[in-house]
C-alpha cells in the first residue's frame, strides 16, 4: 500500500486578501490551499468585502473570516492581530493592491490585515494585481523592490487582458501557480529541502504456516519518528514499513507496507539508487524458515524441526551499491553494551554512521516511546544521547545528519 500526505499538511496560511478586482480568485486560492492540506485563515480588508463576500470565504475554510479589528464591538471583543501574524508559517496577499504594497512599505497600521503583517514573525509573499500602468509606475516597481530586499516573495503577475480593458502585465497570478509557489517556499526554507531519504522500520515477519511466523518485538515508532522529523524538515521521505499499528506521520511523500525481509529488500531495491540518503531503522529477520505452509499446522501435522535460510542482508546490499554522493545510516539492537559490534557493523556494511542502542539500557529499544542511544560516525567520533522521547531523538538525529552528513 501507498500513502501520499498532501504536501501543505500542517502548513499554517495566512491568506491576506485586498481590494482588487482579482478577489474572486482568492476563493480558489483558498481552496487549493486547502486541497493540498494546508490549514488557512483569511484576512480581508474592507476593499476585499466589496469584491467577494466573506461568507464565501468562511465557507471554503471552514471558519470565521477576519476582516476588522473588533468582532463584536458591544461587548469589546477583538481580533487578536499579533496571535495570527504568530499563528502563521507563511501569510500571502492575494491579491495584494497597490495600496496595501505601498502601506507594507511605509508600516502603516490602518486596517486588520496590515496590522498582522506589521506583527508578523513568518515569511510573507504577495501576488500584486493591478492594471498594467499602476503596475509599471515607478512608486509600485519601487514599492516592490523594497519589499523584495526585505526578505518578501513577489509572485510576479501574469500578462493578458486586464479588467480595465487594457492588455499587460498586471493580472494576478493563477491560483494554482500561486499554491505552487507556496509549496515551493516551504521546499526553500527548509534544511532537508529537496533530500529524498529512504527509511525503513518495524518488524518483518517470516511465515511458518498461514497463521504463524517468526518475527521480532520492534513497533516501528522510532523510525516512524524519523520519518515525521524528516518529512517537518522538508524532506521528500519514502518510509518502508515492516507491520506495524503506526499512521503514516504527516508529509511522509511515499510509505510502502511490506511484510518479509524478502518483500522489504525488494522494496528497497526499486528506489534506493534515487535517494540522497537511508535510514535503515528496520528490525530485519536474518532468518526465514526453509518451509512453509499454505495451511496451518495441526499439532498432528507439526514438523518435527524448524530450519531456517538466510534473508537478504538488506543494509549491507545497500552499502555495497551506495555512490559517493550518498548517505547510510544503520541502527544496531544490541543486548550489551554493543560499541565493538557496532563499530564492526559500520565498517562492514559500509555505513556513514550507526546508531546504537541497547536493552541493557532501561526505556531503550523496542516497543517503549523513549530512547537512549550512541550515534558512531566513520570517522571514530562518538556522541551519546540521553533518554528521552523517540520524537525529540528523532529531531535531534536529523539536526545532527544535516550537519555532519549532508552539510
Ligand atoms: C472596480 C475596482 C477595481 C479595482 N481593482 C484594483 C486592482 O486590481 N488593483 C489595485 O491595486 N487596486 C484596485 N482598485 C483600487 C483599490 O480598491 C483601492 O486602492 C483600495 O483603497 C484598496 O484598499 P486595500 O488595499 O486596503 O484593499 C480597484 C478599485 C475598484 C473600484
Known amino acids: 500500500?501507498?500513502?501520499?500526505?498532501?504536501?501543505?499538511?500542517?502548513?499554517?496560511?495566512?491568506?491576506?486578501?485586498?481590494?482588487?478586482i482579482a478577489a474572486y480568485k482568492s476563493a480558489v486560492l483558498a481552496r487549493e490551499l486547502?486541497?493540498?492540506?494546508?490549514?488557512?485563515?483569511?484576512?480581508?480588508?474592507?476593499g476585499a468585502t466589496e469584491f467577494i463576500t466573506p461568507l464565501t470565504l468562511a465557507t471554503l475554510i471552514d471558519r470565521p473570516?477576519?476582516?476588522?479589528?473588533?468582532?463584536?464591538?458591544?461587548?469589546?471583543?477583538?481580533?487578536?492581530?499579533?496571535?495570527?501574524g504568530v499563528w502563521g508559517d507563511l501569510i500571502v496577499v492575494a491579491p495584494a493592491t497597490a495600496n496595501t504594497l505601498s502601506a507594507m512599505v511605509?508600516?502603516?497600521?490602518?486596517?486588520?490585515?496590515?496590522?498582522?503583517?506589521?506583527?508578523?514573525?513568518?515569511?510573507?509573499?504577495?501576488?500584486?494585481?493591478?492594471?498594467?500602468?499602476?503596475?509599471?509606475?515607478?512608486?509600485?516597481?519601487?514599492?516592490?523592490?523594497?519589499?523584495?530586499?526585505?526578505?518578501?516573495?513577489?509572485?510576479?503577475?501574469g500578462t493578458g487582458p486586464l479588467a480595465s480593458g487594457l492588455v499587460g502585465k498586471g493580472r494576478m497570478a493563477e491560483?494554482?501557480?500561486?499554491?505552487?509557489?507556496?509549496?515551493?517556499?516551504?521546499?526553500r526554507t527548509l534544511p532537508w529541502s529537496h533530500k529524498r531519504v529512504l527509511i525503513t522500520a518495524g518488524p518483518t515477519q517470516e511465515p511458518l504456516d498461514a497463521v504463524r511466523f517468526l518475527g521480532n518485538r520492534s513497533s516501528g515508532k522510532m523510525g516512524f519518528a524519523l520519518a515525521s522529523a524528516?518529512?517537518?524538515?522538508?524532506?521528500?521521505?519514502?518510509?518502508?514499513?515492516?507491520?506495524?499499528?503506526?499512521?503514516?506521520?504527516?508529509?511522509?511523500?511515499r510509505r510502502i507496507d511490506v511484510s518479509t525481509a524478502v518483500e522489504m529488500n525488494n522494496a528497497v531495491q526499486t528506489c534506493w539508487a534515487d535517494?540522497?540518503?537511508?535510514?535503515?531503522?528496520?528490525?530485519?529477520?536474518?532468518?526465514?524458515?526453509?518451509?512453509?505452509?499454505?495451511?496451518?499446522?495441526?499439532?498432528?501435522?507439526?514438523?518435527?524441526?524448524i530450519t531456517l535460510e538466510e534473508n537478504p542482508d538488506i543494509l549491507h546490499g545497500m552499502g555495497q551499491s551506495k555512490s559517493d554522493a550518498q548517505r547510510l545510516v544503520g541502527f544496531a539492537l544490541e543486548t550489551d553494551e554493543g560499541l565493538d559490534s557496532a563499530k564492526g557493523k559500520l565498517v562492514r556494511k559500509n555505513l556513514d554512521a550507526i546508531v546504537l542502542n541497547t536493552l541493557q539500557d532501561n526505556g531503550a529499544g523496542f516497543a517503549v516511546d523513549t530512547n537512549k542511544v550512541t550515534v558512531l560516525n566513520k570517522n571514530g567520533q562518538a556522541l551519546k544521547f540521553d533518554l528521552q522521547a523517540k520524537d525529540e531523538l528523532a529531531q535531534k538525529l536529523v539536526d545532527l545528519w544535516r550537519t555532519t552528513l549532508i552539510a
Do not use: Y
Open 1 to 20: 500500500m501507498e500513502l501520499a500526505s498532501p504536501p501543505l499538511s500542517e502548513r499554517r496560511i495566512v491568506l491576506g486578501i485586498t481590494g482588487s
Open 34 to 46: 486547502k486541497r493540498r492540506g494546508a490549514e488557512v485563515r483569511v484576512v480581508m480588508t474592507a
Open 65 to 84: 473570516v477576519h476582516s476588522d479589528f473588533t468582532e463584536d464591538e458591544h461587548a469589546g471583543v477583538w481580533t487578536n492581530h499579533v496571535e495570527l
Open 106 to 157: 511605509h508600516g502603516q497600521c490602518e486596517n486588520l490585515l496590515q496590522a498582522v503583517l506589521l506583527s508578523a514573525r513568518c515569511p510573507v509573499a504577495v501576488a500584486p494585481a493591478m492594471d498594467l500602468d499602476m503596475f509599471t509606475h515607478a512608486s509600485t516597481q519601487d514599492n516592490l523592490r523594497i519589499l523584495e530586499s526585505r526578505g518578501v516573495d513577489i509572485i510576479d503577475p
Open 175 to 187: 491560483p494554482k501557480d500561486i499554491a505552487d509557489q507556496v509549496e515551493a517556499h516551504f521546499q
Open 230 to 253: 524528516f518529512a517537518d524538515q522538508g524532506a521528500l521521505v519514502t518510509l518502508v514499513a515492516g507491520p506495524v499499528s503506526l499512521a503514516t506521520p504527516e508529509r511522509v511523500h
Open 275 to 305: 535517494m540522497d540518503m537511508g535510514v535503515a531503522c528496520a528490525a530485519v529477520a536474518d532468518f526465514r524458515p526453509t518451509l512453509t505452509s499454505d495451511s496451518k499446522w495441526h499439532r498432528a501435522n507439526m514438523p518435527e524441526a
